[in-house]
């Protein structure tokens, strides 16, 4: 639960298992104010058939709940899968968030701010650790810090209307980069360059981040594509193309 709010998710599981499979966290999109777990019911019946186990998770939504909450939920939801591993047979060890837009910013968020005590929460299985072994993001923000997103009307929602000037330690600890150290999870970052929505530079920004640090990282920067490019069928089926190495590559192989 999320402040007396339940916190509910999907899940998606092979029929046959015959050991403990890795865990795919999906976590929606839609400026933290909309959107729905059932969004990536396309991935989540595909996934399974690969071999993975996936839940796709709701999480409390602006404006009746602001940052830190939708974070907090998120995370609540890997404790979750951790605490119901050995039920559901799957590998607690090797998990991975994935998401788009804002769903993309939540992955980010727990892969990279593992251990941050104000973003954990009290949802439920506080002994489980929220840290994941891989992130997909697609199309997610990365530094909300920037001057050019300041009068952003998603972004001043996402803190109750406070600007940036008013709580600037708060949109620094909800942007993803702020985290980033050398320990970070592998990341696949997939994003078109004619987004009007979330600016490429903002992924432009974490490949060069992940390079600096050293941290191992694949970048889909995809020409003449918008926001929510993978909706596109063709495009849809080159993403998952990605998205299924690189787990195969981070969750299934001894790294």
Known sequence: TGDGT????????????????PGLIFIHGGGWSGGQRSDYKYYAVRMPQMGYAVATVSYRLVPKAIFPAAVQDVKCAVRWMRAN????????????????????????????????????????????????????????????????????????????????????????LASPITHLTKDAPPTLIIQGTDDEIVPVNQSDLLAEKL??????????????????????????????WHIYRFLDKYLRQEN
């Open 6 to 21: 339940p916190l509910l998710l999907d899940l998606y599981l092979p029929r046959e298992r015959k050991e403990p499979i």
């Open 85 to 172: 591993a050995e039920k559901y047979g799957i590998n607690p060890d090797k998990l991975a968030a994935i998401g788009g837009s804002a769903g993309g910013h939540l992955s980010m968020m727990i892969g990279y701010s593992a251990g941050v005590p104000e973003l954990e929460g009290a949802g439920g299985h506080p002994e489980y650790s929220s840290a994941v072994q891989a992130v997909v993001d697609l199309y997610g923000p990365v530094d909300i810090t920037l001057p050019e997103h300041h009068d952003n009307p998603t972004l001043l929602a996402f803190f109750g209307g406070k600007t940036f000037n008013e709580v600037p330690d708060q949109y620094r």
């Open 211 to 240: 390079k600096e640090l050293g941290v191992e990282y694949e970048y889909l920067r995809l020409p003449g594509y918008p926001h929510t490019l993978d909706i596109l069928l063709e495009a849809n089926a080159y993403c998952r």
